[in-house]
Nanobody, 122 residues
Framework: VQLVESGGGLVQPGGSLRLSCAAS????????MGWYRQAPGKQRELVAT???????NYGDSVKGRFTISRDNTKNTRILQMTSLKPEDTAVYFC?????????????????WGQGTQVTVSA
């Protein structure tokens, strides 16, 4: 299983960015998928997750500004980030709780993407 992130970059305060994470490989089902971030010198923290049933969970610092959505047909999750602040600057990591297997479920485990840099600066 691979998670491929895209969409990071440099944006001015108040701007918007859209991150995408696509899962590929021998995927039987995706339990939940989302984003975490890590700023220099800080611990990795929750940004947003979404379950296969559509339930979402957001970190307190991004509520009302970020929206996570899914495209189940493509095993892709989208993070729409608006009203970005300098404190949103971090490496954003895609995370997925996946059951592998082609016809029958084989193994359930956590996967991480390589991360994409988001920088909010004037």
């Amino acid at each position: 299983v691979q998670l491929v992130e895209s969409g990071g970059g440099l944006v001015q305060p108040g701007g918007s960015l859209r991150l995408s994470c696509a899962a590929s490989g021998s995927i039987f089902s995706i339990i939940a998928m989302g984003w975490y971030r890590q700023a220099p010198g800080k611990q990795r923290e929750l940004v947003a997750t979404i379950t296969s049933g559509g339930s979402t969970n957001y970190g307190d610092s991004v509520k009302g500004r970020f929206t996570i959505s899914r495209d189940n047909t493509k095993n892709t999750r989208i993070l729409q980030m608006t009203s970005l602040k300098p404190e949103d600057t971090a490496v954003y990591f895609c995370n997925a709780d996946i059951v592998t297997g082609s016809i029958t479920p084989t193994l359930r485990r956590d996967y991480w993407g390589q991360g994409t840099q988001v920088t909010v600066s004037a």
